[in-house]
């Protein structure tokens, strides 16, 4: 069986990307690809995910139909159904941005912005809440020329705030950029906790918790801890552990199984919900996509302040 380093090299090569983040363009080639199916069959959309996506890879596609297939079916012996949970993911997000919206926060805070489209896509957020996207500055530049050149101007309710999780100070950072700590905020950490240290992880936990208003929430996505150490003995566990090395943004953290809900109270969370793959498969794989299949290793989870 081809091992995972396959997929690394073959991005170096045919269909190389450019961002300075590679895993914030594979994310959005992922929303790309949902959102060109017909409105029936897509799990999520988003259509300024195209903008995100290199133009060389499209084109390589578009050129070379034939190596695209057999590409893509190889990524998927290799990671099974991780395309369709990430795609799942994001359309879960999406409908609990919307949901907190309705329940009245008044600042969202996306932590590892990356290549995220939600402050420019989602309807309610441009009146109603201040968005601060957080992100390392590599990755951040590149983000604010593409909204530039989308919009032509950069939107009056984004915040954009640069950051390095491991050598700067989140709170700090985000006082600085005019964080209000006594507003209802809703917190975004989609892709991100996974590339961040346990001590980071924590020390980004107990600021939520100290310094933000009541009723605020977290929203995130994880993979089990036996992943991310490498010790899990599943394939696909293995070839997503040796794939994100390949690619320089290794694993840094993660959950043991059946212990999330005790790691958020531990830490000042409460109302804690775990969502894993049988339940977003049930929520948004039915009908024309019952037989897509998605990972059972990326869980999703949210929680309360206090």
Do not use: W
Request: net charge negative.
């Amino acid at each position: 069986m081809q091992k995972a380093d396959t997929i690394a090299k073959l991005n170096d090569t045919e269909i190389k990307t450019k961002g300075p983040s590679k895993m914030a363009e594979l994310i959005a080639l992922q929303r790309f690809v949902e959102s060109a199916l017909p409105e029936r069959e897509r799990i999520c959309y988003d259509p300024y995910a195209i903008h995100f996506v290199d133009m060389e890879m499209l084109e390589f596609a578009r050129k070379n139909p034939e190596k695209a297939k057999a590409m893509r079916e190889n990524y998927e012996r290799l990671f099974p159904g991780i395309g369709n949970s990430i795609r799942a993911r994001v359309r879960y997000f999406d409908d609990f941005v919307r949901t907190s919206i309705d329940e009245g926060i008044k600042q969202m805070v996306i932590l590892g912005a990356g290549y995220d489209t939600r402050a420019y896509r989602i309807e309610g957020l441009k009146c109603k809440v201040r968005t601060f996207e957080v992100d390392h500055p590599s990755t951040q530049d590149v983000k604010i020329r593409i909204i530039n050149k989308i919009f032509g101007a950069l939107p009056n309710h984004v915040v954009y705030v640069p950051l390095d999780f491991e050598s700067e100070d989140l709170g700090q950072k985000l006082l600085e950029y005019g964080y209000d700590k006594s507003q209802k905020t809703l917190f975004v950490m989609e892709g991100l906790v996974m590339y961040i240290s346990p001590d980071a992880m924590d020390e980004t936990l107990s600021f939520i918790v100290r310094n933000s208003g009541k009723e605020s929430s977290i929203i995130f996505d994880y993979y089990p801890k036996s992943l991310v150490d490498g010790t899990s003995e599943l394939e696909a566990a293995k070839n997503i552990y040796n794939f994100l090395v390949q690619q320089g943004e290794p694993l840094k953290f993660g959950i043991e199984e059946e212990m999330l809900e005790t790691f958020l109270t531990q830490r000042g969370f409460s109302r804690v919900q775990s969502i894993t793959s049988e339940d977003y498969k049930r929520a948004y794989f039915h009908g024309i996509n019952e037989n897509r299949a998605v990972s059972s290793l990326l869980f999703l989870a949210h929680a309360v302040v206090g």
